[in-house]
């Protein structure tokens, strides 16, 4: 009586990781000469994946959407009529990632401040790219990154990376916004030297006050007036009226 061994699989890799649009590369061999090898297989989130003959599994795989698939093939040997004990073998194959989908963090920032931005994760990202206007200042290869922000407006961008490629970026516009400092003035419609009794009107003359401005009039140290930028009354001999700004504009030094 002879007795003929059962084949067994040899899989060179056991498991293969490629990214979308490349080929396996299976070598399929057994410990009995003369070996075949048939194939099936699943697969999930991909394409291209057949069930077949042969020593070599070389089968151009891709993903359907812009997440990991995967196939996993059983492998049985045959050898002078025996049927050897199957093998799997898993395959997983990446994509590119998808582009982010939003950026956070502040449109109009003061220059010179530190700001932070972030974009959601991105699904088989392992990494970020960002970059950033002239003159500004940070790096980051996750999905936040701290700045400094330059004088200089423009666009940050921030794509997804991985061992398969880079994304399209996404944009967000951001405004560099100077740091000014607010002033405020007085001139008067009088003479340095005019007759008691008469209505002298005050105007406050303003620097970098912002949209809505905030004056508080002083007369001899006292609250008087209205909150605009005018102020009329009749003086008396050695007042003296002073105006407070205050002012709403972003960035003030």
Do not use: E
Request: hydrophobic fraction near 35%; charged fraction near 5%; include cysteine.
């Amino acid at each position: 009586v002879t007795v003929l061994p059962k084949p067994a699989n040899i899989i060179t890799p056991t498991t293969q990781t490629i990214c979308s649009g490349s080929a396996t590369n299976i070598a399929l061999s057994s410990n009995v000469a003369g070996a075949t090898y048939s194939w099936t297989v699943v697969q999930s989130g991909l394409n291209g994946a057949i069930a077949g003959t042969g020593n070599t599994i070389a089968q151009m795989l891709n993903t359907t959407a812009a997440v990991t698939g995967s196939a996993t093939y059983t492998i049985t040997p045959t050898a002078n009529g025996c049927v050897g004990n199957t093998s799997t073998v898993i395959v997983t194959v990446n994509t590119i990632p998808a582009t982010p989908v939003a950026i956070t963090g502040a449109d109009v920032p003061c220059a010179g401040s530190t700001q932070t931005y972030t974009t959601g994760a991105v699904t088989g990202a392992a990494g970020y790219v960002w970059s950033l206007p002239p003159g500004w200042t940070g790096t980051s290869t996750t999905n936040s990154i701290t700045v400094t922000v330059g004088s200089n407006s423009g666009s940050i961008n921030v794509a997804a990376s991985n061992t398969c490629g880079i994304s399209p970026a996404l944009t967000k516009a951001v405004i560099a916004t100077p740091v000014l400092t607010p002033s405020v003035s007085i001139i008067s419609d009088a003479p340095s030297l005019h007759c008691s009794g008469t209505m002298v009107n005050f105007t406050a003359s303003i620097t970098n006050g912002g949209n809505n401005p905030v004056y508080q009039w002083m007369r001899n140290g006292s609250l008087v007036g209205a909150n605009t930028n005018t102020y009329s009354y009749v003086p008396q001999d050695g007042d003296t009226i002073s105006c407070i700004l205050t002012s709403n504009y972003p960035c003030l030094a």
